[in-house]
Structure formats: structure tokens, C-alpha cells
């Protein structure tokens, strides 16, 4: 079983829509998450960064971090072809073990 | 733009050549990765540098060859590549240790081997 897991998609959704994405983690001592876009021949772009439990808000972008489900979220409002790209979750502990999920491959149709 | 800068973006080289990749950081950073990306993956670590000391090599086959000169520079050279080495191969950085994060990456250099 894979440490952490994300639906690799793609995800199809039409322009202004919300785009919901997810991750599920196995392992608690995971402390540090990360939501990175990446698109096509560019490197990894960190889009939210956050170390607690609960939501962290940056204009369209919403990300959400449940512990005791081991769950975390990123939304993304009023959806933009430019928003089509793959988005990969990443977390942390506090040693330096850090794992990125599969990555979820986002199409916004105009 | 990002602000850890690779070069060169683009590389082809034989399987007898010996080149290098280079990545440079001015944000005072002061852990350095190296990444390796394929196509629809995820990237998976190869290297740590913490402190310009090499902190975790992920069993990296020899031909893969690390440097660190100073804390903004991070070399990585390679020899006697095989062609399933072609890849993209990303640099990152962090504010302190290794467990410190986020990490802030480069665009890559994508690398082709004949």
C-alpha cells in the first residue's frame, strides 16, 4: 500500500466550475502538506503549503487538511482553462521522509 | 520564472558522453535536492544535500554523480548513462534542514540519452 495515494484522474471539468481534488496518507507522522500544479515540460509550482489541521484560503485556491482522517483537499473556485495542469499533493514529517501522491491531471474545457 | 534556475533545459547526449547539470539558488537555502521525473509520475528523489554535505543518496546507480561546491550550487554530473536514464531531472531547494519544507523547484533539464 502506498504511503500516500491520489487519484491520477484526469479530471474533466467545464470552465467556472470548482475543481475538487484529494489525497489520503497512511502514515500519522506526516505533519507538513503541500499542494504543487505542474505543467506540461515545467517543474513542480507550490501552490498551498500548510502544517495544521483546517482550511488555508489564497484567492481561488482553498486547501483543507483533516489529521484525524488523514485526508487533505485542494479546491479551486471559478475554474480557468489556464488552471489545466496536474496537481500534485505532497507531505512531510520532521525528519525529511517526504512523499508526493501520483499526481491528478486537471482539464478545464472552456 | 522560478527561483531556482537549471541549466541547461534541454540535453542530448550518447551513452559514452560525460556532461553535467547545474542548479543555482539565491534564496539562502540551505538544503538542495535532485529529483528524476518520468513521464506521468510523480518525481522521486535521488540526492539530499543539508549544508553542502551529502544527507541521503536513494541507492542512485554510480553513473549518477553529485556536487555540491557552495550553498547555492548544485552539480549533478553523469557518465555512461543508459537509456532508460532519460528523464526530467529536477532541482529543489528548502529554507534549512532537510525536514524543513516547502520545497521550491526548478523547471528541470530534460535530459535525452541515444
Known amino acids: 500500500q502506498k504511503e500516500v495515494e491520489q487519484d491520477p484522474g484526469p479530471l474533466s471539468v467545464p470552465e467556472g466550475a470548482i475543481v475538487s481534488l484529494n489525497c489520503t496518507y497512511s502514515?500519522?507522522?506526516?505533519?507538513?502538506f503541500m499542494w504543487y500544479r505542474q505543467y506540461s515540460r515545467k517543474g513542480p509550482e507550490l501552490l498551498m503549503y500548510?502544517?495544521?489541521?483546517g482550511n488555508k484560503e489564497d484567492g481561488r485556491f482553498t486547501a483543507q487538511v483533516d489529521k484525524s482522517s488523514k485526508y487533505i483537499s485542494l479546491f479551486i473556485r471559478d475554474s480557468q482553462p489556464s488552471d489545466s495542469a496536474t496537481y500534485l499533493c505532497a507531505m512531510s514529517d520532521s525528519w525529511g521522509k517526504f512523499q508526493f501522491g501520483a499526481g491528478t491531471q486537471v482539464v478545464v474545457t472552456p | 520564472d522560478t527561483e531556482v534556475t537549471q541549466t541547461p533545459k534541454h540535453l542530448v547526449m550518447g551513452m559514452t558522453n560525460k556532461k553535467s547539470l547545474k542548479c543555482e539558488q539565491h534564496m539562502g537555502h540551505r538544503a538542495m535536492y535532485w529529483y528524476k521525473q518520468k513521464a506521468k509520475k510523480p518525481p522521486e528523489l535521488m540526492f539530499v544535500y543539508s549544508y553542502e554535505k551529502l544527507s541521503i543518496n536513494e541507492s542512485v546507480p554510480s553513473r549518477f554523480s553529485p556536487e555540491c561546491p557552495n550553498s547555492s550550487l548544485l552539480n549533478l554530473h553523469l557518465h555512461a548513462l543508459q537509456p532508460e536514464d532519460s528523464a526530467l531531472y529536477l532541482c529543489?531547494?528548502?529554507?534549512?534542514?532537510?525536514?524543513?519544507?516547502?520545497?521550491?523547484f526548478g523547471d528541470g533539464t530534460r535530459l535525452s540519452i541515444l
Open positions: 502514515n500519522s507522522a506526516f505533519q507538513y
Open positions: 529543489a531547494s528548502s529554507q534549512r534542514d532537510i525536514g524543513d519544507q516547502p520545497q521550491h
Open positions: 500548510t502544517y495544521s489541521s
